[in-house]
């Protein structure tokens, strides 16, 4: 028979062999190699795994030369001493009543390298576990565990003028609509912007549109097109429908909290540092955030999201970036009064920004879209094409309609699918005197086009976000500004 394992030692050797293992897989995911550079460790930790064994992880990280600061108690006392425990050999343990606020205080405290998971289901589940990850992010720290690694997106301060980020949590969120009304709004309080944009189909060198000083026809859109770039861009949508000066730029790739893969912005924003603005505005990219620092960010959020895609995966980071949060497309069919009334409280139970003495509770306005043409279209026979759905499709027939004194003889909602347009739009032929399109996808090359070919007037059309309930998207992005310019300063 085997001997009974020994007793009260503090490293057996089987402990010591896993141990060993550990640190040599961890410390090559990290790109530390044993005996390289020392890491500063916050750990997080529970009270599922017996003190002892914690203990033992934690020597085998300091004898390789890092240093564990803190650990941070999340949960679970089976196998904690009915007392409690206040340390693991000379590592103190940090405790609050939510392991968020647990962990926020490790970090502000002693500014650690990474933060280290240590802990396991049941305490941590999937959720939790990003919603620390997502502390930790904002920090600019980076979160790892046994089997995954998160790292801060790379955003260093490149600008020299106070920036206001618009972010999304993904494509057709109505990012750029929002990015181009709190350009127009600036201006009318008297703020000098220039608009960072960067997109999929963006220049391969940076580009400046002065929206300010020409007005880009449907002529000139095509002529972009027919020269190889793509003439939908956010750049140029901002610039002929806001009218303010422009830089277009490029990425490849996004990461789970938005990191881009590639991008040209920083050169984009070193152009925008050169020009006659007071402000700029940096666009996101579907999911992506600008690969540059912000000195306050609007998070545009749709009312049809998943209440998951708030609370879990890198929601809360997204959140926790935000000062504003404008909620997009707040009516039915996209949203009922209880849905967009849970999302809100949603928002503000997710939002913390704790240790940060300039930090204001977030801003929540709710707000609904509404077209708006460029050019008088009363009077008119009217086929127009969006990326809507089609249930938005009435709203937006009866609007026009209504506000704009035209008749819509017909919609496609297949502007990002360029068969399907085609189709649509051969169908409409001697249908309409206008072709009302939003400047999107495949807006010019496909729409433009056929418009042009087809001696129609074409004219763009944008969205508005509108208030409801009594919210004010004017009153927040002009209060996202003077926040911009006051961290910045």
Same mark, same amino acid.
């Given at each position: 028979?085997?001997?009974?394992?020994?007793?009260?030692?503090?490293?057996?050797?089987?402990?010591?062999?896993?141990?060993?293992?550990?640190?040599?897989?961890?410390?090559?995911?990290?790109?530390?190699?044993?005996?390289?550079?020392?890491?500063?460790?916050?750990?997080?930790?529970?009270?599922?795994?017996?003190?002892?064994?914690?203990?033992? #992880?934690?020597?085998?990280?300091? *004898?390789?030369?890092?240093? %564990?600061?803190? /650990?941070?108690?999340? $949960? +679970?006392? !089976?196998?904690?001493?009915?007392?409690?425990?206040?340390?693991?050999?000379?590592?103190?343990?940090?405790?609050?009543?939510?392991?968020?606020?647990?962990?926020?205080?490790?970090?502000?405290?002693?500014?650690?390298?990474?933060?280290?998971?240590?802990?396991?289901?049941?305490?941590?589940?999937?959720?939790?576990?990003?919603?620390?990850?997502?502390?930790?992010?904002?920090?600019?720290?980076?979160?790892?565990?046994?089997?995954?690694?998160?790292?801060?997106?790379?955003?260093?301060?490149?600008?020299?003028?106070?920036?206001?980020?618009?972010?999304?949590?993904?494509?057709?969120?109505?990012?750029?609509?929002?990015?181009?009304?709190? #350009?127009?709004?600036?201006?009318? *309080?008297?703020?000098?912007? %220039?608009?960072? /944009?960067?997109?999929? $189909? +963006?220049? !391969?060198?940076?580009?400046?549109?002065?929206?300010?000083?020409?007005?880009?026809?449907?002529?000139?859109?095509?002529?972009?097109?027919?020269?190889?770039?793509?003439?939908?861009?956010?750049?140029?949508?901002?610039?002929?429908?806001?009218?303010?000066?422009?830089?277009?730029?490029?990425?490849?790739?996004?990461?789970?909290?938005?990191?881009?893969?590639?991008?040209?912005?920083?050169?984009?924003?070193?152009?925008?540092?050169?020009?006659?603005?007071?402000?700029?505005?940096?666009?996101?990219?579907?999911?992506?955030?600008?690969?540059?620092?912000?000195?306050?960010?609007?998070?545009?959020?749709?009312?049809?999201?998943?209440?998951?895609?708030?609370?879990?995966?890198?929601?809360?980071?997204?959140?926790?970036?935000?000062?504003?949060?404008?909620?997009?497309?707040?009516?039915?069919?996209?949203?009922?009064?209880?849905?967009?009334?849970?999302?809100?409280?949603?928002?503000?139970?997710?939002?913390?920004?704790?240790?940060?003495?300039?930090?204001?509770?977030?801003?929540?306005?709710?707000?609904?879209?509404?077209?708006?043409?460029?050019?008088?279209?009363?009077?008119?026979?009217?086929?127009?094409?969006?990326?809507?759905?089609?249930?938005?499709?009435?709203?937006?027939?009866?609007?026009?309609?209504?506000?704009?004194?035209?008749?819509?003889?017909?919609?496609?909602?297949?502007?990002?699918?360029?068969?399907?347009?085609?189709?649509?739009?051969?169908?409409?032929?001697?249908?309409?005197?206008?072709?009302?399109?939003?400047?999107?996808?495949?807006?010019?090359?496909?729409?433009?086009?056929?418009?042009?070919?087809?001696?129609?007037?074409?004219?763009?059309?944008?969205?508005?976000?509108?208030?409801?309930?009594?919210?004010?998207?004017?009153?927040?992005?002009?209060?996202?500004?003077?926040?911009?310019?006051?961290?910045?300063?």
């Amino acid at each position: 028979m085997a001997p009974a394992p020994e007793r009260g030692k503090r490293e057996p050797a089987s402990l010591i062999l896993a141990a060993f293992l550990w640190r040599s897989a961890h410390l090559a995911q990290t790109g530390h190699e044993l005996g390289g550079p020392e890491i500063r460790y916050v750990v997080v930790v529970d009270g599922e795994h017996y003190p002892p064994v914690v203990s033992s #992880a934690l020597a085998a990280l300091q *004898a390789d030369g890092h240093q %564990v600061a803190l /650990a941070v108690m999340v $949960g +679970g006392r !089976e196998k904690l001493p009915a007392e409690g425990i206040e340390a693991y050999g000379d590592v103190r343990i940090v405790t609050a009543a939510d392991a968020r606020d647990a962990l926020v205080e490790a970090i502000d405290r002693v500014a650690p390298d990474e933060v280290l998971d240590l802990s396991d289901e049941p305490v941590l589940d999937y959720r939790k576990r990003f919603e620390l990850a997502s502390i930790a992010l904002e920090a600019g720290v980076g979160y790892r565990g046994s089997d995954f690694s998160f790292t801060p997106p790379e955003r260093p301060a490149v600008a020299r003028k106070p920036s206001l980020g618009i972010i999304g949590t993904g494509k057709r969120t109505g990012k750029t609509a929002v990015a181009g009304f709190a #350009a127009r709004t600036m201006v009318a *309080a008297g703020y000098r912007p %220039v608009v960072v /944009a960067m997109g999929r $189909g +963006g220049p !391969e060198e940076p580009e400046v549109l002065r929206g300010d000083e020409i007005g880009l026809t449907p002529e000139d859109l095509l002529a972009f097109s027919e020269e190889g770039r793509h003439a939908a861009s956010d750049y140029i949508e901002d610039a002929l429908l806001s009218r303010v000066p422009t830089v277009g730029c490029r990425r490849c790739g996004g990461g789970l909290a938005g990191a881009v893969s590639f991008s040209n912005v920083h050169r984009g924003v070193e152009i925008a540092n050169e020009m006659s603005a007071d402000l700029m505005i940096m666009e996101g990219s579907g999911a992506a955030l600008p690969p540059v620092a912000t000195d306050a960010n609007c998070l545009v959020v749709p009312a049809s999201i998943p209440e998951e895609y708030l609370k879990g995966y890198f929601g809360p980071y997204r959140l926790l970036l935000a000062d504003v949060v404008m909620v997009t497309m707040c009516e039915e069919p996209f949203g009922s009064p209880s849905k967009i009334s849970s999302l809100t409280s949603l928002i503000h139970e997710q939002w913390r920004r704790r240790g940060a003495e300039n930090r204001s509770e977030v801003r929540v306005v709710r707000t609904v879209f509404r077209p708006k043409p460029v050019r008088p279209i009363d009077g008119a026979n009217v086929f127009v094409a969006t990326t809507a759905p089609e249930v938005a499709g009435p709203a937006i027939g009866q609007h026009l309609a209504k506000e704009h004194g035209c008749t819509v003889v017909g919609i496609s909602h297949s502007l990002s699918d360029r068969k399907r347009l085609a189709e649509d739009l051969k169908a409409a032929e001697g249908r309409a005197e206008v072709l009302l399109c939003e400047v999107k996808a495949a807006a010019v090359d496909v729409a433009t086009r056929w418009g042009l070919d087809l001696g129609l007037q074409v004219v763009y059309m944008d969205n508005i976000p509108v208030g409801v309930d009594g919210d004010d998207p004017e009153t927040a992005s002009l209060w996202a500004a003077q926040l911009a310019s006051e961290r910045f300063h």
